[in-house]
């Protein structure tokens, strides 16, 4: 028997620390929160992704009464982006969360199936993403999804 140990990475950065471009991206996943349609959990998630050419696209999660059937703002914005520009690759996402009237003091946390998600795009165009977690107190950096969803189960595994 033998143990494996799992390292994630993760730089905590105060909104002022960051460079001009990661700074664009956060404000612009916090304007998209406004874009939320959220009537059943009144938790505005908005994300921004920024292409390798410059494109950003935003997104916002969308809610439904039967609620599964809604969609998370990572994968809003990042099946929007994927969709308008299939041959570019995404450099970063950011993702802001606003609920009880302020943004969140913790970094927004994505969703499994959204871990899932960025990393076969991560994948898809075999270039690392930057995925940005914004909160009032501290943004938390990752350098990539597999950060995000370490030991997981990719295109390479279905070839046994
Ligand atoms: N939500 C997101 O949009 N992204 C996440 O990473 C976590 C959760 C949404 C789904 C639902 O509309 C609301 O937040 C509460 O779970």
């Known amino acids: 028997m033998k143990n494996l140990e799992i390292v994630t990475r993760i730089s905590a950065y105060k ?27 009144h938790f505005a998630v908005g994300a ?3 292409l390798e050419d410059g494109k950003i696209f935003t997104g916002a999660n969308q809610e ?3 609620y599964p059937s809604g969609l998370c703002a990572e994968r809003t914005a990042m099946f929007y982006a994927n969709a308008q520009c299939p041959n ?9 969360c606003f609920t009880g009237g302020h943004f969140t003091s913790k970094p927004g946390s994505p969703c499994g199936n959204c871990r899932q998600v960025l990393l076969e795009t991560e994948h898809r165009f075999r270039h690392p993403m930057r995925i940005m977690l914004y909160g009032t107190e501290e943004i938390y950096v990752f350098e990539s999804a597999e950060s995000l969803l370490p030991h997981s189960f990719v295109d390479d595994d279905l070839n046994g």
């Open 48 to 50: 921004a992704v920024l």
């Open 15 to 41: 909104y002022e620390e960051l460079n001009s471009e990661d700074k664009a991206l956060i404000d612009k996943a916090k304007e998209a929160t406004n874009l939320s349609y959220s009537p059943y959990s």
């Open 64 to 66: 439904n009464a039967a």
């Open 88 to 96: 570019t690759a995404v450099k970063s996402i950011a993702i802001a």
